[in-house]
C-alpha cells in the first residue's frame, strides 16, 4: 500500500541552525510533491512545490530537494527562527499522472525552533 | 482578497444526526478538495471537483458521506448518521486548476460527535 513517512514526529533545533525534514514515500509514482507549513488551529499553508523532472527548489530560506530514485525529498530552512516553529506537511500528488489534483499527505513534522 | 472561508468553525453534534460543512472557495477557483485531519493524523483526502467534471469521490469513508458543488463555486460535506469516529476538523481548500497547483486551505470545521 501507499506509503508517506516523514522522518520524525517532533525535530528541536537552536535558532540560527538549519532544519532539516525528510519525507519518504513507497507504492507512489508523484508528478509533483509539495511542502506546507500547518499552525495549531488553521489550515496548511502552501510553502514549496516541486516536479518530478527537478531537483531543487529554492525560496528564500527554504530549499527542497526531490530524489525519484530514493523516493525522498529533503526540506531546509536555513538560519532558522523562532517563528519557523510548527508542523511542516509534505504532500505528493499526480500519482502515476493520474488523479493530478488528489494529494495525499504525510503525518508532519513538528518543528520548535528554540531561542 | 478573501481567502477559502468554512462554516461553521466549530460544530457538536449527536450520534446518529446528519450535518452540513459549507465550504466558499477562492473566487475564480475552478478546483475544489475536501480532507479530514483527526487528532494525532494526518490530512486525510475526501474528495475533489474540478470544473464541469465528475468529482472524485475515491477518499469518501463510507457512503454516509457526501458532498456536491452548486454553480462551480460553494460546497457542501454531508455527513449523514454522524458516528462519533467521524469527529475530526474538516478542512476545504482550491485551487486555479488541478494541474498540481498551489491548494489554498480554509481554517477547518472542527465537528465533534458525542
Known amino acids: 500500500s501507499q506509503k508517506i513517512e516523514q522522518n520524525s514526529e517532533a525535530l528541536n533545533i537552536q535558532e540560527g541552525k538549519t532544519a532539516t525534514l525528510t519525507c519518504n514515500y513507497t507504492?507512489?509514482?508523484?508528478?509533483?510533491l509539495q511542502w506546507y507549513r500547518q499552525d495549531p488551529g488553521r489550515g496548511p499553508v502552501f510553502l514549496l512545490l516541486i516536479r518530478e523532472n527537478e531537483k531543487e527548489k529554492r525560496k528564500e530560506r527554504l530549499k527542497v530537494t526531490f530524489d525519484t530514485t530514493l523516493k525522498q525529498s529533503l526540506f531546509h530552512i536555513t538560519a532558522s527562527q523562532p517563528a519557523d516553529s510548527a508542523t511542516y506537511l509534505c504532500a505528493l500528488g499526480g500519482d502515476g499522472g493520474t488523479s493530478y489534483g488528489k494529494l495525499t499527505f504525510g503525518q508532519g513534522t513538528i518543528l520548535t525552533v528554540h531561542p | 482578497g478573501a481567502g477559502v472561508s468554512q462554516s461553521p468553525s466549530n460544530k457538536v453534534t449527536e450520534k446518529g444526526k446528519d450535518v452540513e460543512l459549507r465550504c466558499d472557495p477562492i473566487s475564480g477557483h475552478t478546483a475544489l478538495y475536501w480532507y479530514r485531519q483527526s487528532l494525532g493524523q494526518g490530512l486525510e483526502f475526501l474528495i475533489y471537483?474540478?470544473?464541469?467534471?465528475?468529482?472524485?469521490k475515491s477518499g469518501l469513508p463510507s457512503d454516509r458521506f457526501s458532498a456536491e458543488r452548486t454553480g462551480g463555486s460553494v460546497s457542501t460535506l454531508t455527513i449523514q448518521r454522524t458516528q462519533q469516529e467521524d469527529s475530526a476538523v474538516y478542512l476545504c481548500?482550491?485551487?486555479?486548476?488541478?494541474?498540481?497547483?498551489?491548494?489554498?486551505f480554509g481554517p477547518g470545521t472542527r465537528l465533534l460527535v458525542l
Open positions: 471537483f474540478q470544473g464541469n467534471s465528475a468529482p472524485d
Open positions: 507504492n507512489y509514482s508523484p508528478a509533483y
Open positions: 481548500a482550491s485551487s486555479l486548476a488541478q494541474r498540481g497547483e498551489t491548494q489554498y
